[in-house]
């Protein structure tokens, strides 16, 4: 089907679902619509279009606030008058929305960290945006450096999820809340070869299987 078709299509399903019919959900999304959003949850996730987070949670208009950007990362606080998209939205779940929790979602097959691991990230913008993760990537090198590149750039994928998780508390906001137990941060990482999400357990320091 034509790409542009598939979306018509798609969206006439959402306002059938969503505004023309006196459903539950057309009565959720009125009031969400006239009251605002109030979600609990903030997902920085990748851009890659297999891990929509609404789909693989099957979540409901309002559930999640999302940032997607390549490689799910998340950006160290600067404060030196960039335009920062990704420090702005987080700025705005954690002060405004006040959100609960902060999740970070990483994914296996990440082409951001495949290109990363092969220092072939180019480009303008990529290059010098994928260099958030370089600490991941020496890791990964240095600690495993008999791992096939499959296995480094699963490695690097998870490692990276640690440094944006990192990054995270350098943002003063980010830091009081949770360190006040209003904020929980979690690092979760979707396998798509298998069907698997896992979760950073903090204390064994692993990543573990949670469906
Ligand atoms: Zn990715």
Redesign the pocket.
């Known amino acids: 089907m034509n790409p542009i078709e598939k979306l018509k299509n798609g969206f006439e399903r959402f306002k059938n679902e969503f505004h023309e019919i006196n459903s539950q959900k057309s009565v959720e999304y009125t009031k969400l619509v006239k009251e605002g959003q109030q979600p609990k949850i903030l997902m920085i996730a990748?851009?890659?279009s297999r891990?929509a987070p609404e789909i693989l949670f099957h979540v409901d208009p309002g559930d999640l606030f999302t940032v997607r950007n390549?490689?799910?990362l998340v950006p160290p606080y600067e404060m030196d008058g960039h335009r920062h998209g990704v420090s702005a939205a987080i700025e705005y779940a954690v002060d405004y929305l006040r959100v609960e929790h902060i999740i970070v979602k990483?994914?296996a097959?990440?082409?951001?960290?495949a290109a990363l691991m092969k220092k072939g990230a180019v480009g303008d913008f990529i290059s010098p945006w994928m260099s958030i993760s370089n600490k991941a990537r020496e890791e990964v090198l240095n600690v495993f450096p008999d791992l096939t590149d499959e296995e480094k750039r699963s490695a690097c994928?998870k490692a990276s999820i640690l440094v944006s998780l990192e990054n995270l508390l350098t943002f003063p906001f980010v830091k009081d809340k949770h360190e006040g137990g209003k904020l929980r941060i979690h690092g979760w990482y979707f396998d798509m070869n298998k069907g698997e999400l896992l979760s950073f357990h903090q204390e064994s320091k692993r990543f573990q299987k949670i469906r």
Do not use: F, L
């Not at 097959?109 to 960290?113: D, E, L, M, Q, Y």
């Open positions: 990748c851009s890659d891990v390549i490689a799910n990483g994914h097959n990440c082409g951001g960290i994928e």
